[in-house]
């Protein structure tokens, strides 16, 4: 059974569609072409939500989203999204300060791997609705690896919206996000 796109108020693009999207934001609008991105994924997470929860009901899982025993729900939604055509996610956590998400083959990555910065940037909107859908509480999200520089593999924190700050600012303080998490009391 496949996800069917059109009653889910969801549309295939190409991975070469949203690659020229991202390209031409970041060029002409710099670093607010990251915030647009972001704005755009998380304005879909509520959506992309309840296209998870109709899913869950065409496989006879009656259970709300929210409501699944925490190992079903990260089962489900690796189906989904792996379903859905973004790619293949394992879900974990670092100090049970933050959840990761990671992804060795994640749609939204451009597989030249020659960017800077880590660039899913839709994503990382996306993720911080559809997660904190599940959390019941704001979550913030940060790429900190991504195939699009070149690493093996996209990885995305998620966490209270105070220790992805903390996070990010010692990230830029030149510190390693391990570290950074690490420091989280």
């Known amino acids: 059974m496949s996800l069917d796109l059109t009653s889910n108020q969801m549309l295939g693009l190409t991975r070469a569609s949203l690659a020229g999207l991202r390209a031409a934001l970041l060029r002409d609008a710099g670093p607010s072409g990251a915030a ?26 009656e259970t709300a989203p929210e409501e699944l025993p925490l190992e079903e729900f990260e089962a489900r939604a690796k189906e989904f999204f792996r379903e859905a055509g973004w790619g293949s996610i394992s879900i974990g956590s670092l100090r049970e300060a933050v959840a990761t998400i990671d992804s060795p083959d994640w749609g939204e990555a451009d597989d030249a791997g020659t960017l800077e910065h880590p ?10 609705d559809f997660f904190g859908r599940v959390a019941d509480h704001p979550l913030a999200v940060l790429e900190v690896e991504c195939r699009s520089t070149g690493a093996e593999r996209c990885r995305f924190l998620l966490g209270a919206p105070e220790v992805m700050e903390h996070v990010y600012d010692a990230l830029g303080n030149g510190q390693s996000y391990d570290e950074a998490v690490e420091a989280v009391e």
Request: proline letters at 0%; aromatic letters at 16%; charged letters at 15%.
């Open 36 to 61: 647009y991105l972001q704005e755009a994924g998380y304005a879909g997470g509520e959506q992309l939500f309840a296209s998870f929860g109709d899913w869950l009901r065409a496989r006879d899982v």
């Open 119 to 128: 660039s899913c940037h839709l994503t990382t909107g996306m993720f911080a």
